[in-house]
Every structure is written in C-alpha cells, then in structure tokens.
C-alpha cells in the first residue's frame, strides 16, 4: 500500500496530465502535497517508480506517465476523486515477452481503460507471455498498452514485428544498418537483425497487471 504523500503525490500528477496533457513541474508537486524540498518529492516519485505507477519517460526532462491508480486508499490520503472516463481499444492475442510468436488481431475482443492512458493516440492491447521483459517490470500475464507507431526512438520498448510473422516486445536499439531487439532479462540474448527485417508496430504506453 502507498504512504498517504504518495498516493496524493499520484493523483496530483494523474489529474494534472488528464486536465492539461502536461506533467507537472517539481515545484508544483512539492506545493500541492506540502513539502519542503525537491529532494522530497524525487524520494516519493522513485518510490512510484519501484512500485509501476509510474515510470520515467526516456529522453524527456521532468516527464512521468502513469502507469495504474491503487484500488485501496491509505489512512489520512485525499479523498480518491470519481472515476475517471473509460475508453475502449482493440485487445489482441497474446505477444511473446521470451519466444517470440505472432501476435492475432481480433478486433471483437475489447478492452476498457482510463481514457488518460490512451490520450492522443491509436492504441491497443496485448497480453504478455514469457518472462524476458521482467527487469522492466513487464511480467507474463500482464497487459500492455501500445501506442501505434512506425517509428522508434533508441532505447524504447516496442512491439517488433521480424521477417512478417514474429511479433515481439523488446527494447530497440538502431545501430547502423542493424537494429537490435533487447531482452530485459539477463538469461536471454540480444537479437541484432538487418532493418529491413524489422518493422516497428507501436510503442509501450502503460501497462496493467490484475492480482489474484
């Protein structure tokens, strides 16, 4: 469960995207919650971090997405505010976070997520299988929100679609005429493939894990 600062901390970020599509600066989280000190406030968003609330957009400066809000309210928190509009994407099959196999479109299968996390964008959904991506947080039988994109900036995680039939998440790094597909999990190998080989078919936006 979050401390009360961190779960007002999350709502403050979550509501200022939703409502201006911006993240907010230091200065205003450390207001809006009472602190001090920026030290504070970097404190509470590693400790977001750890937990997958949030995670840091690379190569962005001050810039965090929220990942998932807590079903569960800590003593003393701000009042959780009324839920938040829904909206539904494509949920397609299962995307191999270890092996990789291609990933089926089904176009009736749906799935229903805050409309903050798909903000902008043509998204859907899959679902992890394997266990590759697990130093990226990214776990079998989560649920991964993707960005359609064609295009990929160094150091993204994406779905990769090689030779036409293989689908797979991995971390992208362009190195020449080559582009290399990144497990996040020390007992997998590298892919590094020609790039015509390669086709980018979206970008990870967020991620959603259910507990049993």
Request: proline content about 5%.
């Amino acid at each position: 469960m979050l401390t009360p600062k961190q779960y007002n901390l999350l709502l403050f970020i979550h509501k200022t995207i939703r409502e201006t599509g911006c993240c907010p600066s230091f200065d205003e989280m450390r207001n809006a919650i009472g602190l001090k000190s920026k030290s504070g406030i970097h404190a509470l968003i590693d400790a977001l971090v750890e937990r997958n609330f949030v995670r840091k957009l690379p190569h962005k400066a001050r810039a965090l997405e929220v990942l998932r809000l807590p079903k569960v309210k800590p003593t003393n928190a701000v009042p959780v505010e009324k839920a938040t509009p829904s909206m539904e994407i494509p949920l397609y099959g299962k995307i191999a976070a270890g092996t990789p196999i291609e990933a089926i479109a089904n176009e009736n299968d749906k799935l229903s997520v805050p409309a903050a996390l798909v903000y902008g964008g043509d998204y859907y959904a899959l679902t992890i299988e394997g266990d590759s991506m697990v130093e990226a947080g990214i776990m079998d039988g989560d649920t991964v929100i993707i960005k359609r994109a064609s295009t990929a900036n160094n150091g993204d995680i994406v779905v990769a679609l090689v030779d036409n039939n293989e689908a797979t998440l991995k971390k992208i790094k362009k190195s020449g005429a080559y582009i290399e597909l990144i497990p996040q999990n020390s007992a997998y190998q590298t892919r590094r493939l020609a790039a015509g080989r390669v086709k980018i078919q979206g970008v990870l936006s967020s991620l959603i894990r259910t507990y049993h």
